[in-house]
């Protein structure tokens, strides 16, 4: 680890040669880096593998990532962190999947400022994308993004949840609408959208969904 974080020309000519820890890993953990990867791809995030990024907290597991600007200043990382999924335990918690990071105020405020770019006023969730099924996952993921993209505020459920503990996260966070995406719904390209303020729910095609939500953000 210590030959990883090191600076020196030396030190990073051995580091390129050596061992890539992502091509050894378990069954288990290259199926969640793949997941990982595919997210990101869904996403349109750019990412860079580094076999050489160290992070200093021992209680990460899996995932450690860095954030960077797209214009390097001498200082460039915008935040950092990791999956620690089993320091909770560890602190005689219940078994708890976790991610955090740390970030600096000033270095975000510098890169906003090196860019033009002012903080945007955000609008409270609209909308809760729900999937029901681990092959509807990636599909959840893609529309939430596009939701995003279009403007609208929405929110997804974390993790693996069962569509019943979905329904209920979304109701505890006060949306007006939820979308719950399946097999079926992918199969013929639309959703079901469910109104939480009546519990209607009907099947409507995604060119639909931005219109209805377009006239419900005015």
């Known amino acids: 680890m210590r030959l990883l974080d090191c600076k020196n020309d030396s030190c990073r000519r051995l580091a390129a040669s050596a061992p890539k820890s992502y091509e050894e890993l378990c069954p288990e953990c290259a199926e969640h880096f793949s997941k990982l990867k595919t997210f990101l791809t869904v996403l349109n995030l750019?990412?860079?593998?580094?076999?050489?990024?160290?992070?200093?907290?021992?209680?990460y597991t899996r995932t450690v990532f860095e954030i960077q600007p797209e214009i390097e200043g001498a200082?460039?990382?915008?935040?950092?962190?990791?999956r620690y999924d089993g320091l909770i335990e560890e602190l005689g918690?219940?078994?708890?999947?976790?991610?955090?990071?740390a970030t600096g105020i000033e270095r975000i405020a510098a890169n906003l400022k090196r860019q033009?770019?002012?903080?945007?006023?955000t609008p409270g969730p609209l909308i809760f994308v729900a999937y029901l099924g681990e092959a509807a996952r990636e599909a959840a993921v893609n529309l939430c993004s596009q939701l995003r993209k279009s403007g609208f505020a929405a929110l997804?459920?974390?993790?693996?949840?069962?569509?019943?503990?979905?329904?209920?996260q979304?109701?505890?966070?006060?949306?007006?609408?939820?979308?719950?995406?399946?097999?079926?719904?992918?199969k013929t390209g639309t959703v079901q959208l469910r109104d939480m303020?009546?519990?209607?729910?009907?099947?409507?095609?995604?060119e639909q969904l931005k219109i209805l939500l377009g006239k419900s953000n005015q």
């Open 46 to 59: 750019p990412y860079e593998i580094d076999h050489c990024l160290v992070r200093g907290l021992d209680y």
């Open 93 to 101: 918690g219940k078994p708890t999947p976790a991610l955090g990071f």
């Open 170 to 186: 979304a109701n505890s966070t006060g949306v007006r609408y939820t979308v719950i995406i399946g097999e079926e719904e992918i």
């Open 156 to 168: 997804q459920a974390p993790g693996s949840k069962s569509l019943k503990a979905q329904l209920r």
């Open 197 to 206: 303020t009546t519990s209607q729910q009907e099947n409507i095609s995604a």
């Open 116 to 121: 033009n770019l002012s903080v945007p006023t």
């Open 75 to 82: 200082q460039s990382t915008i935040g950092g962190g990791g």
